[in-house]
């Protein structure tokens, strides 16, 4: 920089020596100078050679020009010089100065032309440096580009390596043989130990081979296996083929039998198919079934015992694994009580499907059908519920054609929550017997059993002793025994039986009250006089309300002999201006349990057994001397006998009432015979018939 | 098959389960009979009670032949409970019914039925193991009838037999030796049967029979009665409407007064004069129970209340109890302690009132299965 500062400094200096020459001469003279300056260069250059030019170029690289400074300079004072002598030579006004002053004036100016020259010379030589600078720029350019060019390669080389470096194999993936397996069983010319050992690259690429060796041995096995599998199948199809067609032919032997069977009465082939169904029992329903079967084959032939339901569902059914995972239930039920409102639906069905599992019933259920003399029949239905396990019953009522005649007062009789209530007392099937039910159906968000009795039939205790089951306390329901189903099972049937005459008796001998009759069977002739003058002139379905409401009933309801699942009646029973009206409860264990009859009569003043001893009297024939009205063989009419008495205790009471009519006679003549009309301190009346004599005496 | 026969096993296993529902059928046996036992326990009539020598027990019988015996003791006690009310100990008295009327000497307890008189001794009793002593018969005149005992007392006296009274339904009274089980007479005279007697004195008795009629008695001869009252003609005491019968008499220690009732009013009688002198009116009931206590007369009959009268025909008070018709009223006078008038009637409740004027507490005439 230096060397171009120096020629800058010269410039400077040039163009100031310029000006200050110019200053003499005014604006004016500057001008001229400049143009007489650059005028005769193109004058030179015209008239002259044009090399000459150029020479004065490379005139520049030969001068030096630290001596055109001096040249310069020595110029430079050479003019000041030939000024002072001019001024002094002025000065001094000598004639002969004017010559002088012009050769000085020559002198000086031809100074001035070397200057120019000088000048000229500095510029090219600026011009020339600036060049050289330019060149010297433009190659520091060129070979910056190069070297980023340069790094730019490098860097991509060495993402290059990089990607090199991190490049992974497929065979690492592969799971090999470990390296000892390899060098044993590996035959030698694969393994090539002697190369192996050393080259780790060569030991992989072999043991790669081995596994490559080895895999196609293993291919090969499996396509020979796939080969005798598929050789199997079809043995085993033919043989199934073979069994199949078999099937149909063991049929027709069968069939062909079956006449045989007949003809010699033994059904062998029911039987059987029965036993085999018999299998798929669940085991309670199992035991009632092989009980039922027993006692109909030794002492009941009314009795039919069959199976019923879907066979193949049956099969499926596999009662030995646990059916209800109830922790894990809980635990989904929990999952789902987290679960945001938009799955309530879900959940909703689940609960359902989950309820409906609970109850869900054995796809088997045991039919057995208690016949009785007259032709009528009930079905009862037990089934099984498997999540709960009781026995539920279900009834159907099988009418024989000459119980048409039906009841409006009884129409419930023979209905099937009503008709084996209190089969034993205290049980009305509308609980379930297994303890454990209750925190099951709790646990599951179900309501109480008796909810679902509609749905899934009667739970009654008799029900499960003679499936064998028996529920002691709390937890898990015992292995049904043979031996309770056994103990049970002939008195259950018969109470069943005895209970179904019963009904069927009572609902005849409510259709007759209703048409005012009260029709006493032969058999109980004897224990009434033949004429009785009080009628029935009512008889109606009442409620245990009102029975409670009535307050002559007060003594009986608190001494505990009408319950609510009684069945209650009001019959009006008349003689003249007397009036008897009795509320009449029958217990669902009629006629175990015997009708209480509760009485009001209306003669004169209102009597019942709360003011009137007499009428507790004729209460107490009716509610406590009922054994006499029945007989050992049956005791189905109990009710009419009770009705029949209260008649003939009605008119006994009205025909020896006190003629309290202070004039004239008594208003019911005594057309019966009284061996006395009042006995005791009670004053009692002659309540009992007594068939031989035909009269009336006390008890 | 194979199921079928494998199943049989069960049949070998212990039966011990079978205990429970033999258990559970028993006592529905036990609950029907219950049933049968509350039916009668609501048609009890207690037609008779007496208090041990004693005077710690009550006995009791009822119209379907039992006898029942209470501890007072135990039921008057502070810490009683509803079991310590029930009777200590009840037994079957009469094969043939209603007990009618029952009474205590020093060691025996008498019960009269249908044509029987019989004795229990009060200790036998008491140790639960009830033996009858012996019988009397009442003497049958009529096949198909048996003459009901209605009203019986025993005339002690020093120097003579010990002889029982019974009033009876055929109109008699016989009189027993009970020392030798004779019959000593028969007194005959009403025309229907004998509701009550009462004794007057050593000598006489009154009875009330269902003829309307109260006989006075001399009980040494066989004879005619030597008084007879027909309270149904007094004016002031007949009721129509109820009938002419007498059903209670009662005569004061001091034999001047004679107290009777039933289907006419109950009426007080000067013996001396034979005349009529006080009425008590009991409108809608006849009296069947009479009794005289210290200065006052105690009546019951067919209504829930016991009527304390003053000897001028005064009404005292009217205790509410709980048998809707009274038939007997018992004041324990053996025992200071244990003092109390006891109430029975159609009711299986006995009323105990330690104050005469309230119930205090009803015994229970359960009856044994």
Redo the contacts between chains.
Sequence with gaps: MASKDIPLDKEKKRKRTLKAEGIPNGSGDGKLVETKRIKPEPVLKQESDVSLFYAEEEEVDERDPEKDVEHFKAACSNIKHAILEIRELKENKASHTMDDIEKKRVEATLQFIALKKLNRLAHIRCKKVRDSTNEAKLRIDKYHLQLQNLLYEVMHLEKEITKCLEFKSKDEEIELVSLDQFYLKAPAEISKPEVTQHDQHQQTLARLDWELEQRKQLASRLKVSQESKAKVEEDIRMKQEYLENLQPKLNTILQATKPVQDYLGMPFDEIREQHQTAGYLPLPLFVLYKQSTAYREACDNLLTVTIDGDLDAAKLVDLSVPLLDEDSESDQEEQEKKASKRRRKTVDSKLSDKKHRLLKKHPLSVIIQVGCEDGSALHLTFSYLMYLHIVTVSIKVKQSSEMGNSSVSGGDLLSEDSLLDELYPGDHGDTTPNPTNQYQLARNGLKDFSHYIPQVGQPYRWAQWICGLQYLGEGAPQKPQEIISCGSLQGTIRKIRQRFRARSSLLQQLSALERHSVAVSGEYQSLFPVKLQSLVVSWQRSTFEDFVAAPHTRSIVEAGLAKDNDMFFIAVIERGTAKLTARIAVAPDYPNVAPVFSVLVQWQSERCSANDSHIKNLEEELNVHYDELVQEKSCDYLLTNQMQRLIMCFDVYLETGENSAKEGPSEFSREKVFSRTTRGRQRAKPYKYCAELGIFTHR | ????LK??K??Q?P?W??A???NY?SN?KE??ER??A??????T?V?SQCFSPCGKFLAAANNFGYIAVFSLEAALAPAATDISKNPIYTFKASED??I?CLISTDTLIISASYGTISAWKWSDVLSRASKVLWTLTIPKRQP??TP?V??IYINSQEDMANHLFAGC?DNNIHVWDIETGQEVHCLQGHTD?V??ITKKSDNECASAS?DGTVRIWDCRSAGEASLILQPFKHEACAR????K?V?CVGVDSGNDWLICGGGPRMSAWYLRSLTMSTTFDTPGACQ?FIMFNEDTVISAG?EAFVNHWYMNGDCKSRVPCTP??V?SVAINRESETNRVLCVAG?SATIDVCTNFGYKAFGLSFTIPD
């Design positions: 098959m194979a199921k079928f199943s049989t069960y049949a296993e039966d389960p079978i429970g529902v033999q059928r529905m609950a029907r049933g049968l509350a039916r009668k326990l609501l048609y009539t037609f019914g209603s009618n198909f009838f009901e209605n009203s339904g049967y509701h009550a269902e129509p409407e109820f009938g019968w059903g069947q067919t809707t018709s038939f159609s």
